[in-house]
T-cell receptor, first 112, second 112 residues
Framework: IAGITQAPTSQILAAGRRMTLRCTQDMRHNAMYWYRQDLGLGLRLIHYSNTAGTTGKGEVPDGYSVSRANTDDFPLTLASAVPSQTSVYFC???????????FGSGTRLTVV | KQEVTQIPAALSVPEGENLVLNCSFTDSAIYNLQWFRQDPGKGLTSLLLIQSSQREQTSGRLNASLDKSSGRSTLYIAASQPGDSATYLCAAPNQAGTALIFGKGTTLSVSS
């Protein structure tokens, strides 16, 4: 089934630990995105990548890093997790012009 | 900086009622506007995309309109059903055109 796969689906993480959220798409979309969703704040863009090999910062990039080594994968890394990074993280992809926006099912991360 | 606002934040209606959800955006130099649906605990699903050259787009009982000059879009749902209960999010491209910026959504509850 075409779409986006995110892993893990949920995670409890100790503060200070390093964590990588995985995202894979099989639609050959050029662009990929990471958003976080928090109650009362909505969806906020963390990082994006318009094509393999390039990445850019979104609204809330601090404490997160991404890489785009190939078209299909776009991992999000928390170098040293803090409680304020407790959130639901969504990966998305689209074609070059922003059409066909498709979301994964999300990763629920709790930092304690 | 693109900002997207949605009103109301929540709406409860009886089954069969027609309703309108509102979205406003600050940067009218957009090339499209999109509406999404999110069910509890799930990712987002694309409903409608309106290109900047269009004034409206229809899919079944859903009709979305776009007025770039006033920075507004509306989502009209005809003959609402309990299955329409979900959160509806409006999204517009950021100023760089690199990603979508989302409103906080309108949570709709349709009672039978």
């Amino acid at each position: 089934i075409a779409g986006i796969t995110q892993a893990p689906t949920s995670q409890i993480l100790a503060a200070g630990r390093r964590m990588t959220l995985r995202c894979t798409q099989d639609m050959r979309h050029n662009a990929m995105y990471w958003y976080r969703q928090d109650l009362g704040l909505g969806l906020r863009l963390i990082h994006y990548s318009n094509t393999a090999g390039t990445t850019g910062k979104g609204e809330v990039p601090d404490g997160y890093s991404v890489s785009r080594a190939n078209t299909d994968d776009f991992p999000l890394t928390l170098a040293s997790a803090v409680p304020s990074q407790t959130s639901v993280y969504f990966c998305a992809s689209s074609d070059r012009d922003g059409y066909g926006y498709t979301f994964g099912s999300g990763t629920r991360l709790t930092v304690v | 900086k693109q900002e997207v606002t949605q009103i109301p934040a929540a709406l409860s209606v009886p089954e069969g009622e027609n309703l309108v959800l509102n979205c406003s955006f600050t940067d009218s130099a957009i090339y499209n506007l999109q509406w999404f649906r999110q069910d509890p605990g799930k990712g987002l699903t694309s409903l409608l995309l309106i290109q900047s050259s269009q004034r409206e787009q229809t899919s079944g009982r859903l009709n979305a309109s776009l007025d770039k000059s006033s920075g507004r879009s509306t989502l009209y749902i005809a003959a609402s059903q309990p299955g329409d209960s979900a959160t509806y999010l409006c999204a517009a491209p950021n100023q760089a055109g690199t990603a979508l910026i989302f409103g906080k959504g309108t949570t709709l509850s349709v009672s039978s």
